[in-house]
């Protein structure tokens, strides 16, 4: 005869392991690095694994690059590695035509590591066949995460099968012995189900509130339609017009301002009609650029046949893309003017969208691990001749460089009122 006191902690253990699979899968889920997600937020504005777009292609990196932290230190601050003579990527700055690229310094050494995963064991898509399947009949991870959910329902159904099985062992036991039966306690009131399932709604549900918490009014990402069709890859890119003509305030005031219409005017009083590449929307729509600049006039008050201005102005109401909390202090001259920092730094590749998005969180972690990484470029600035005693340190060679931490970067009312 079975033991039923046996067979009870059997099918206990049993409905645990299936719970500490799921959770696990769930947290394994949650905690790997996934270096196609990271490749494709961080690096696929500029570069593709095989080809050569913005950047060069990736592949085959760590080739090109055998010291792995120098390759690290290049891809979280490459200005200080250019600064630091290193031939190789100095090579490679002249031969992109000193195209500045983006520092990530917040990046962990397991981002990276995940990223250069993915690119190292990256292979092109498989063709597909007519019924929309991999030629090479491989199933892709959305298959495998379908296989791995149905296998971890076919383990708790095996588990509440277990429970049953245990349930009629202890009924047939107890009859044998002549024990009275006793009434099974449903599943609502059983205190042990109800506190296990307490206890991991609220894990999973602190989990997911704790996430949207942090991620609140954070819009990574976010490309709003605006009024007129304004392509910055056009006008910052193939036309080299400097972002300071349009943005001036960024030079001298905290707002880098939207240029009026006036300063378009500057340019289109002439320029009637365009004549450039084909540009395209996200949506495959090609734009048409001549009737984006009749909206210019229209705008601006502007009888292009008459050459003359007819007092009939339309305010354009551009749809703003980068939002900070009223409770922080943000200047772009303090940045711009007296830290030399480049808009790409902050705004991503600017001269190559078309469609302006926020490529970075601008979250308070993200500026102040910046702050903690970014050197201070103390040459020809005189706005830094106040640190005097950081100028004596680096000729003695007492310190060798200064971070903008050093210099109260980090301190709260530096950025919060």
């Known amino acids: 005869?079975?033991?039923?006191?046996?067979?009870?902690?059997?099918?206990?253990?049993?409905?645990?392991?299936?719970?500490?699979?799921?959770?696990?899968?769930?947290?394994?889920?949650?905690?790997?690095?996934?270096?196609?997600?990271?490749?494709?937020?961080?690096?696929?504005?500029?570069?593709?694994?095989?080809?050569?777009?913005?950047?060069?292609?990736?592949?085959?990196?760590?080739?090109?690059?055998?010291?792995?932290?120098?390759?690290?230190?290049?891809?979280?601050?490459?200005?200080?590695?250019?600064?630091?003579?290193?031939?190789?990527?100095?090579?490679?700055?002249?031969?992109?035509?000193?195209?500045?690229?983006?520092?990530?310094?917040?990046?962990?050494?397991?981002?990276?590591e995940a990223i250069l995963k993915y690119v190292r064991e990256y292979k092109a898509p498989a063709p597909k066949t007519g019924d929309g399947a991999p030629a090479d009949g491989k199933m892709g991870s959305s298959d495998n995460a379908i296989l791995y959910g149905v296998l971890t329902l076919i383990l708790a159904v095996v588990a509440l099968v277990m429970l049953g099985v245990n349930s009629n062992l202890k009924k047939l036991a107890d009859d044998k012995d002549g024990i009275p039966a006793q009434e099974p306690i449903p599943f609502y009131r059983n205190k042990t189900y109800i506190a296990l399932i307490t206890v991991l709604l609220f894990v999973i549900g602190g989990f997911f509130v704790t996430k949207g918490m942090i991620g609140l009014d954070r819009r990574k990402g976010y490309e709003p339609v605006q009024p007129i069709y304004y392509s910055h890859k056009v006008h910052a890119?193939?036309?080299?017009?400097?972002?300071?003509?349009?943005?001036?305030?960024?030079?001298?005031?905290?707002?880098?301002?939207?240029?009026?219409?006036?300063?378009?005017?500057?340019?289109?009083?002439?320029?009637?009609?365009?004549?450039?590449?084909?540009?395209?929307?996200?949506?495959?729509?090609?734009?048409?650029?001549?009737?984006?600049?009749?909206?210019?006039?229209?705008?601006?008050?502007?009888?292009?046949?008459?050459?003359?201005?007819?007092?009939?102005?339309?305010?354009?109401?551009?749809?703003?893309?980068?939002?900070?909390?009223?409770?922080v202090f943000f200047s772009h001259a303090q940045h711009v003017k007296a830290g030399k920092v480049q808009c790409q730094t902050c705004h991503g590749e600017i001269n190559n969208m078309h469609e302006v998005k926020q490529v970075a969180e601008l979250s308070m972690g993200w500026c102040v691990n910046c702050h903690r990484e970014t050197k201070v470029d103390f040459v020809d600035n005189k706005f830094y001749s106040i640190y005097e005693k950081y100028h004596n340190e680096i000729k003695n060679k007492t310190r060798d460089s200064v971070t903008v931490s050093d210099i109260g970067g980090t301190e709260c009312q530096k950025c919060h009122y």
């Open 237 to 327: 890119g193939t036309n080299q017009i400097n972002c300071l003509y349009c943005h001036g305030g960024a030079m001298e005031s905290k707002q880098a301002s939207i240029p009026s219409v006036n300063v378009c005017m500057n340019c289109h009083m002439s320029i009637n009609e365009y004549t450039g590449d084909p540009i395209y929307k996200e949506d495959g729509t090609e734009v048409n650029g001549t009737a984006e600049i009749q909206k210019i006039y229209a705008a601006a008050g502007w009888d292009p046949a008459k050459k003359q201005y007819t007092g009939e102005e339309k305010p354009v109401e551009w749809v703003k893309i980068h939002n900070l909390p009223d409770h």
């Open 1 to 112: 005869m079975i033991d039923h006191r046996v067979q009870r902690p059997i099918a206990r253990g049993a409905l645990l392991s299936v719970l500490l699979i799921t959770l696990l899968s769930f947290g394994n889920k949650l905690t790997a690095q996934d270096g196609a997600k990271l490749f494709q937020d961080n690096c696929a504005t500029c570069h593709s694994v095989v080809k050569d777009l913005t950047g060069p292609k990736l592949q085959g990196i760590e080739d090109r690059v055998k010291d792995k932290k120098l390759l690290h230190e290049w891809i979280r601050n490459n200005q200080k590695v250019l600064a630091s003579g290193n031939k190789y990527f100095n090579d490679l700055f002249l031969q992109w035509n000193k195209t500045p690229m983006n520092v990530f310094p917040a990046m962990t050494d397991e981002e990276i």
